[in-house]
């Protein structure tokens, strides 16, 4: 029990992956738009991702999905992109 203890206590609280994050941002645009609208997604999971102190590769898959021009900008600038139609 205490390796398991010990392996709990390792991890700050509310630490999460990038993968539950987009997960929340899922269910919090279907729950609140009770439907799938994808520009509310888009904007969720952009406000997600510039939260991040540090981005996976997926969170930078999913803004070069929903921006092409995210792919371009340095570091710096993809913390501050939008999603734009």
Known sequence: MAILDSLC???????YTDDTAMTKCI???LITQRKYDPDDLAKRSLEEYKSQTESSSAWKEVCA??????????????????YTQ
């Open 65 to 82: 999905l929903i921006n092409s021009e995210f792919k371009t900008l340095d570091e710096e600038k993809k913390k501050g992109v939008w």
């Open 9 to 15: 206590m390792a991890t700050p609280v509310k630490q």
């Open 27 to 29: 269910a919090e645009s």
